[in-house]
């Protein structure tokens, strides 16, 4: 299936842009798995959808996971879960039962473990693999997505359905899903903004030399759909080669 591109004027319009898309995708559906990015990207999201989509997203139909987190505690400045909690789930009725974070504060190997095992039984399977309906990712300056980063892209490769990755400057730990788990998704979305990104999307999209080398490059859904909602500042010259 060829990627979509959906390019607006900046990332507020990129995050509507996508509320948008998501809507479609869950118009009529009453089970729906959504693994969210972390950084900051989605706060805007988060916070668009606390102040107007309230009362019109079904929240009971969705059931939240992460494609990765940090390993510490649920109320650390630095996790995930806890941004998405202090923005979104303080603000709109999530049952309990449908939000499945990282256990960041537990040691990360078990958790990596744990949290493959609790992915598994709570998505359908494809291709052999836990299948999300749609995996939401975010792209760093340097390539990677997730928490799979260049200094470590054998991980994105692996065939366990979590690691545990290192942040290359910080040394922070990470749980992150890995390639077989993001690929099997019926649905990916990258959302990415900024001109500090337009340098990896341009190399990716235009298949520049060394583009292998960034994670995000090889996120290529078995047969889902692969969008990427981008502001200009972050889009490409020119027309994708897929
Ligand atoms: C994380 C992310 C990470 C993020 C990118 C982009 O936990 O940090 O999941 O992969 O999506 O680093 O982050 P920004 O949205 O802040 O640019």
Redesign the pocket.
Known sequence: MPTQLHISADPEAVARDFTRYLLEQLRDKKHFTIAL?????PKLLFRLWAAEYRDVIDWSAIHFFW??E?CVPPGDDES?FGMTKALLFDKVNVPEENIHRVHGEEEPEIEARRYAAEIADNTEQFNGFPSFDLVI????DDG????IFPHEIALFKEERFCVVATHPTSGQKRVSITGPIINSAQRVAFLVTGANKNDKVNAIFQREEGYPSYPAAHVQPVTGALHWFMDEAAMYDGSPNS
């Open positions: 990015s972390g950084g900051s990207t494609g990765d940090r995930n990712l975010g792209m760093g990677h997505t997730a928490s």
